[in-house]
T-cell receptor, first 113, second 110 residues
Framework: KAGVTQTPRYLIKTRGQQVTLSCSPI?????VSWYQQTPGQGLQFLFE???????NKGNFPGRFSGRQFSNSRSEMNVSTLELGDSALYLC????????????FGSGTRLTVV | KNEVEQSPQNLTAQEGEFITINCSYS?????LHWLQQHPGGGIVSLFM???GKKKHGRLIATINIQEKHSSLHITASHPRDSAVYIC????????????FGKGTHLIIQP
């Protein structure tokens, strides 16, 4: 079966711009979570969507937002980009919750210049 | 908030050696994940554990719920096992996603 697909794989943006990243979960998975990975902070939870509703949110500023569509595909948006937003953004999908198993996408590497 | 500690942070070993990576967490969990990340970024889920032991090929993962501790073992290690291994826990009950350890950088030399 197809895995979790993230697009684009690489992205370069300028400070102040906004960016939208996309994640298509495994077919049938209703939960999509987003994570940020940086060398300094490691992997950190951004938010989780389940059946088009944000179920949980990590400790990130309001510039980070997301949504989930009826087909479970999810997007995350970062507005007013800062240099510190440069990171690998990973999404993961699960049938219901992370204790039902978890599959990660390959990530989107965002560079802010 | 769960605190996840992994050890060692870095490990270099010779091909064929038995490898052990440890993970401790501070608060009860509903599941623990062992993840593998190769250069380039993609993360592969190796195991999900809530109790006992699981084995897949040369990889073995164990968890002791009472001691809040898990280990990942690699038998007959091979250079292709070189990667970052990350322990992550899920506390359940609407918790905020996974909480991750900082990872163990493993290098297996031929």
């Amino acid at each position: 079966k197809a895995g979790v697909t993230q697009t684009p794989r690489y992205l370069i943006k300028t400070r102040g711009q906004q960016v939208t990243l996309s994640c298509s979960p495994i077919s049938g998975h209703r939960s999509v979570s987003w994570y940020q990975q940086t060398p300094g902070q490691g992997l950190q939870f951004l938010f989780e969507y389940f059946s088009e509703t944000q179920r949980n949110k990590g400790n990130f500023p309001g510039r980070f937002s997301g949504r989930q569509f009826s087909n479970s595909r999810s997007e995350m948006n970062v507005s007013t980009l800062e240099l510190g937003d440069s990171a690998l953004y990973l999404c993961a999908s699960s049938l219901l919750t992370p204790d039902y198993g978890y599959t990660f996408g390959s990530g989107t590497r965002l560079t802010v210049v | 908030k769960n605190e996840v500690e992994q050890s060692p942070q870095n490990l270099t070993a010779q091909e064929g050696e038995f490898i052990t990576i440890n993970c401790s967490y501070s608060v009860g969990i509903s599941a623990l994940h062992w993840l593998q990340q190769h250069p380039g970024g993609g993360i592969v889920s190796l195991f999900m554990l809530s109790s006992g032991k699981k084995k897949h090929g040369r990889l073995i993962a164990t968890i002791n719920i009472q001691e809040k501790h898990s280990s990942l073992h690699i038998t007959a290690s091979h250079p292709r096992d070189s990667a970052v291994y990350i322990c992550a826990v899920y506390s359940g009950g609407g918790a905020d996603g996974l909480t991750f350890g900082k990872g163990t950088h493993l290098i297996i030399q031929p």
